[in-house]
């Protein structure tokens, strides 16, 4: 280690660095970071300056949620040695914490233009692009970091996280059995291998390994809740419903309690409030407006909204495989219009009031969320599935949207929510339970039957078990009713999957192929479901499905 000096050579500073200096590589050889760092803030209080100290503070300071004054002491760092990998490398990770991913990315290219075989800045860098939903580019950033440091379970783990999260199963096995022999209690490669083990039927392999890394202390609440869930698909993949339903309860109350302070408030009331709101609307405030101005800025406008789990995933990247189709993939592109209308009545009644033009800034807000995804000229679809509740604001704005509703069998998609991980909202804290998710469905579609009386809208109904059953021939009738023209690559879905990244837990399995698996998944647990059975039942009734 070299102290970084100005000025002609001073002895006896120069012994001093020497002593403060090995004392601070003893403390780094022995992995005590509270002694290194300390001795690395006594240098640097005594005015020697060497990027390994700026270095190991700042990253105490990052692990303690000093984050900021991290941030500041690396950039001081910077300032004598401007092209330090590690430095820059670690500027880049506090950036990665604060969520500043673009600034992250800015630090990882500088710190890799600077040292191309450094491993530790193209493993960051992915996080990064992870982090900003950019998962092919993370995963090259992965994959380069193993190339230079085949030993580095981080970049191991990550890959078999993320090929198992696309579907990519026999690779995330590779990646995760190489991650595990480096480092066995690795919680994201023991999540991949899991994940690989019940996709690919190895549900004894995978109930072993799960049950086996369940007592770690080290394990969190969410990881341990997903290891849960996954123990509980490998007993269901066993045909063991018993111990699978006791798996997936105690993963849901995990997650509960967890989220239980800022969740929870208010999904049923709020569909309840709309459901009872437009039953007792007049009509004629709610209409269509003819003179409002069609969509230009596309040539048709969709809306594809359904109950989670209802096959929206699908019908989405089906259409997505069209050359002349754009989606949304789950953007919240009516946020501005939401924080306006949908909080109360008073809102609504503003709302049903309003005439064309008062809307037309919540119109081009809503284009401006959607610009970055080049919809012009052509058909967009905008899917959101819990959207169906906001159909009256759509009406209002988007009057010659077309409708395409997501239909399932609401016993199916009660328990496949009550199953499945979500992303937490207050909507997806009520899925949970079962008899969260069953009063939740039923006050959606409560509000949905509602607004298909009572709106003025292109409405049509997609249903998943006759999707499934007869892929291309549904998906022809959906692209013509759309008004495209077909395109039989459209149905090679689950290649397209593959080769991209989407956010939601139908995906990895439509990179298994389009397959009817999960169509009555619900009769083996119809003992466990008893308790919410009568409050679906009249939707059974009301969609056609057999009793």
Sequence with gaps: MVEIQKGPPDPVRSARFQ???????TAMKAQDIPRAVGWAKRAMEEGFAHPMFFNIVAYLDIREGRVKEAIALLNNGLTMAPEEPNLLNQLGVAYNHLGQYDDAIAAFGRAVAAAPKFGPPHYNRGVAYEGKGDVDRARKDYVRAVELQPDYPDALSRLAYTDAMRGRYAAALDYAHRTLKLNPRNQLGTIAAATGEVALGKFDEAIARITTFLGDPLLGP???????????DAFDGAGKPAPAFDAYTESNALLRKLYAP??????????????????????????????????????????????????TTLLEQTLAGHTDVVTSEE?????????????DRAALDTLAAFGTGDLQKYRDAYWARAAGLDPKGKVFVDKLPLNVLLLPLVAKLFPHAKILFALRDPRDVVFSCFRRRFQMSNQMYELLTLTGAARYYDAVMGAAAVYRDKLDLDWRDVRHEDFVADYENQAKAVVEHLGLAWQPGIVDVAKRLQDRAVDTPSSAQITQGVRDEGVGAWRAYEPKLASVLPVLAPWVARFGYPA
């Excluded at 953007?331 to 909080?343: I, K, P, T, Y």
């Design 19 to 25: 002593v403060l200096a090995r004392e601070f590589d």
């Design 222 to 232: 969410v990881n341990n809740a997903i290891l849960l869930g996954l123990l509980g």
């Design 262 to 311: 800022n969740f929870g408030m208010g999904a049923v009331t709020g569909a309840e409030m709309l459901r009872d709101y437009f039953a007792a609307a007049p009509a004629e405030a709610w209409a269509a407006d003819t003179k409002a101005p069609a969509d230009g800025h596309v040539r048709a406008h969709v809306f594809l909204v359904g109950f989670p789990r209802s096959g």
């Design 331 to 343: 953007r919240g592109l009516l946020g501005d219009a939401v924080e306006s209308f949908a909080a």
